[in-house]
């Protein structure tokens, strides 16, 4: 059964990224949440699918200008990859992608969509919670529709992860 609009509970926006426990109540599918642009994202999570941990299973913008961010890695001004570990690039490769979406006039609740790519899933779920930790701390609470997608290696190759997305701007 699909969430209807206006059905509330808890939702997604209650757990952190990549790992951190998130609960979905009964009933519970469908929390708004106000982009910096004045309009809304719907994060939609049905209740009969597993509750989602660090992101949201769909998320609907009523309008808005999209804004596609490209792929954004641990790269510092000068184009060397920084960090040594995969939370070091994270933080990094998010902070990145949010200067390129802060440029675009998009804030950290416009992101609709990310993808992140990591050469490790593995590791990427070992360090699960503090990769969590550096997405509260950088966005927030409000989960974009993720998938972390394994890849054999990025372009640049000492890079261990990359994270694209879309935002919704008004």
């Known amino acids: 059964m699909a969430a209807r609009n206006g059905e509330r509970g808890a939702s997604a926006d209650e757990g952190a990224c990549a790992g951190e426990g998130a609960s979905v109540g009964e009933g519970a599918s469908v929390g708004k949440a106000a982009d910096a642009g004045g309009g809304e994202l719907e994060r939609i999570n049905p209740p009969h699918l597993a509750p989602p941990t660090g992101f949201s299973h769909a ?3 009523a309008r808005g200008t999209m804004v596609f961010l490209a792929g954004q890695t641990a790269l510092d001004g000068s184009g060397r990859i920084v960090g040594d570990g995969i939370v070091e690039q994270f933080e990094r490769a998010l902070t990145n992608l949010l200067d390129v979406a802060a440029a675009a006039g998009a804030g950290p609740s416009d992101l609709a ?3 992140v790519f990591a050469v ?3 590791d990427y779920r070992r360090h699960a919670r503090d ?4 997405w509260k701390r950088l966005v927030g609470g409000a989960y974009p529709a993720m998938a972390v997608i394994g890849a054999t ?3 640049d190759e000492t890079a261990l992860v990359e994270i694209e997305g879309i935002a919704v701007v008004r």
């Open 59 to 61: 998320v609907r913008a």
């Open 113 to 115: 969509k990310l993808t």
């Open 153 to 155: 290696r990025l372009w």
């Open 131 to 134: 990769l969590g930790a550096v």
């Open 120 to 122: 490790d899933v593995a």
